[in-house]
């Protein structure tokens, strides 16, 4: 590896970064003003705890693989940089000997979903089935339709659940509902392009493979993940009004109309993500392979 694709001068690249930062410190400031008060919000911080997320390395950009920064002496002693007499990159051949399984099951997980087409119509049923017949919720926050209302609309639905992160919180009298049996292991043959998960996983999969993908991107994903967790907590059992969310009613037409709206236009644009990753992977993943 280490092959050139592209040099950027000093002007052009610090320009990059400083817009990525700027951007960045916007996406986060009301996380991190909240943390400083020692308050969580049930919406905004998710992603700062699933996954989890720290503000400080998603400000600091990084160009991607195969690209020289000119000026950038100061990048030289950062871990999975090099110098070169042109400048400084990616070191991204240790970095491929060390995440090379990473990278192998990120590529083909990618591929297997962008084949696939998206199966709409969930209706976020996952976050009811994470508080059926469960004296405890998974947030303090009331439920929109009591616990008697919530249950309801689990036994009245088909609950289809492809993906194995959503699957493994739901209740013991909710998990055999489920028509499938999602597993680690099958995640691969299981994703498909519409689930909302595997949406927001796009920011995951960014994250993971560090300074091998270019910070715009990395952005762009942990933004359609911050947008999806909106959309997923708005359809929840959960009632968030009081936090200025309205909610998507899954459980009228009108509702299950309006979900399918937008999870249509969320794999939309998770499939763009998508192919952006697999444009950086590709090559590494036939290197490592």
């Given at each position: 590896m280490g092959d050139v694709v592209e040099v950027l001068a000093e002007r052009a690249w610090r320009a990059r970064a400083d817009a990525h930062a700027a951007r960045a410190d916007a996406l986060t400031a009301g996380h991190r003003a909240r943390k400083a008060r020692g308050e969580s919000h049930p919406v905004e911080d998710f992603l700062y705890t699933y996954y989890p997320t720290r503000p400080s390395r998603l400000r600091r950009w990084h160009p991607g693989a195969g690209i020289v920064l000119v000026g950038a002496g100061e990048r030289a002693g950062w871990r999975h940089y090099v110098a070169e007499d042109e400048g400084v990159r990616v070191d991204d051949a240790t970095l491929l000997?060390?995440?090379?399984?990473?990278?192998?099951?990120?590529?083909?997980?990618?591929?297997?979903?962008?084949?696939?087409?998206?199966q709409l119509g969930?209706?976020?049923?996952?976050?009811?089935?994470?508080?059926?017949?469960?004296?405890?919720?998974?947030?303090?926050v009331a439920l929109r339709l009591g616990a008697a209302g919530t249950d309801e609309v689990v036994e009245t639905h088909r609950i289809r659940c492809s993906h194995f992160d959503a699957y493994r919180f739901f209740t013991p009298t909710a998990a055999p509902r489920n028509t499938l049996r999602p597993?680690?292991?099958?995640?691969?043959?299981?994703?498909?392009?519409?689930?909302?998960?595997?949406?927001?996983?796009?920011?995951?999969?960014?994250?993971?493979l560090g300074p091998l993908v270019p910070g715009e991107l990395l952005l762009d994903a942990f933004t359609l993940a911050r947008d999806i967790r909106e959309l997923d907590m708005r359809a929840s059992p959960y009632d968030l009004a009081d936090l200025g969310y309205a909610p998507v009613r899954i459980e009228t037409p009108e509702g299950k109309a309006a979900?399918?709206?937008?999870?249509?236009?969320?794999?939309?644009?998770?499939?763009?993500?998508?192919?952006r990753l697999l444009d950086v992977l590709d090559p590494l993943s036939a290197t490592v392979g």
């Open positions: 000997r060390e995440r090379a399984a990473t990278v192998d099951f990120v590529a083909g997980l990618l591929r297997a979903t962008a084949d696939r087409a998206p969930c209706f976020g049923l996952h976050e009811w089935a994470m508080v059926h017949r469960d004296d405890a919720t998974r947030h303090p597993t680690r292991e099958s995640q691969v043959e299981l994703e498909q392009p519409g689930c909302l998960h595997a949406g927001m996983d796009l920011y995951k999969w960014a994250d993971k979900y399918v709206d937008a999870q249509r236009a969320f794999a939309e644009r998770g499939g763009v993500l998508r192919r």
